[in-house]
């Protein structure tokens, strides 16, 4: 089993070729050459057909695989170590450029990638409706893309949104009744400034809000989300609220409030705090059996790193590759954990092996490089909520 690294392989192109690139999209926009705008209604798709015909060979791209990485959050890392992982089982050279919630150089490093002509592209952002525009350049030069959560991509990754932040809730819930007598000060720690992401938190709401003896007392969004944008929400929290019992959200930023908890000594084993994503500092949290931090609902982002790079190289392959992937919510336990981390370790396994799979990926739709005229360009999710 190869040891889990999250090395920092990082590719900046020359600013002289990424403003070459920027001048050539101002060129080709103001020629009105544009390529289709995919699907843009909301489309339930299929299950994944992986019999599906063999297509052509993308010809104009080449054998590379690049990651345009949002910042070096653990979650984030983990697609990093999936990707480059797959990267090297199937033979593609592989570049990461880490922009640090940079926008402006998000949207710099694909249009040069695509200049460079890349083959397979996966991209992360701060800002999904920045960078749309040079994605979308990218699927019409014959590129895979992946994306996770906001189109466009020929592969998009979600999780069912709703469902993820309820099992979150409902652990929350549970440990409130049990633990703490049915009352508790709530903290949310929301991404609701990205809109495909909002139904998690709507379900915490829906939950909490139906215990008489529950307040929420903050319900916010951090700026930036990270560790450190969520240690400075709680630090200005707890001014006008020094108790507080529980705290959701995604593991960064509850990994951040949890600092500043400690470091106010406001912290206490009782309390409840629970984040989302499964991150390796969050496990570690769990093990200690004493810590706040009580649960973490994971979506393993080395095995859905990992399926990204494989149906990148199927792409480039000339293979059909479905169009969406559900990333399966799984509620970490004492009884889980070591499986998930030597999951965390070696998601080549995952792949390879279609019942450990299925209980983190599922598979929708079907696309290749003949049909990359239908790629998803609306907010996919296989949830369909009244």
């Keep these: ?113 695509r200049e460079a002509k890349i083959g397979a592209l996966v991209a992360t952002s701060s800002d999904p409706t920045a960078v749309s525009d040079s994605l979308q350049e990218m699927i019409w030069s014959g590129a895979f893309v992946g994306t996770i959560v906001p189109p466009p991509a020929t592969l998009l990754l979600n999780a069912p949104q709703y469902a993820t932040g309820k099992a979150l809730t ?37 939950g909490l809000n139906a215990l008489s003896g529950v307040t929420i007392v903050a319900d916010i969004a951090p700026s930036p989300v990270t560790k450190e944008g969520g240690r400075a929400t709680m630090e200005t929290i707890l001014l006008a609220n020094p108790n507080i019992d529980v705290v959701l959200g995604g593991d960064a930023v509850v990994l951040g409030a949890l600092q500043a908890l400690r470091e106010a000594r406001k912290d206490r084993p009782d309390q409840f705090l629970g984040g989302i994503d499964g991150e390796p500092e969050g496990v570690a949290e769990i093990k200690k059996g004493d810590s706040p931090f009580k649960a973490s609902i994971a979506l393993s982002s080395p095995v859905f790193g990992y399926a990204m790079g494989q149906f990148g190289a199927d792409w480039l392959d000339g293979k059909s590759i479905p169009q969406a992937m559900d990333i399966l919510p799984i509620a970490l336990t004492s009884q889980n954990i070591s499986q998930y981390e030597a999951d965390l370790v070696d998601p080549a396994a995952v792949f390879a092996d279609s019942i450990r799979r299925a209980t983190y990926l599922k598979m929708y739709g079907k696309i290749c490089y003949d049909t990359r005229d239908q790629y998803l360009n609306f907010p996919w999710s296989s949830e369909v909520r009244k």
Excluded at 69 to 80: A, H, I, P, S, T
Excluded at 179 to 188: S, Y
Aim: proline share 5%.
């Design 170 to 206: 409902d652990a929350a819930i549970a440990h409130i009744n049990a633990k703490l007598g049915g009352t508790a000060h709530v903290v949310l720690l929301t991404q609701d400034t990205m809109e495909f992401l909002t139904p998690r938190f709507e379900a915490m709401r829906d």
């Design 1 to 113: 089993m190869r040891p889990i690294k999250y090395t920092k392989r990082w590719f900046i192109l020359p600013r002289s070729l990424i403003a070459a690139s920027v001048l050539l999209t101002g060129l080709a926009g103001a020629s009105g050459q544009e390529g289709p705008p995919g699907i843009t209604q909301r489309t339930l798709l299929p299950a994944f057909d992986s019999s599906a015909p063999v297509c052509s060979r993308p010809q104009e791209v080449a054998r590379i695989l690049a990651f345009v990485q949002e910042n070096d959050r653990e979650f984030l890392q983990g697609v990093d170590h999936g990707l480059a992982m797959a990267a090297e089982d199937r033979g593609l050279e592989y570049r990461r450029s880490l922009v640090q919630n940079d926008v402006a150089k998000a949207v710099e490093q694909i249009q040069a990638y």
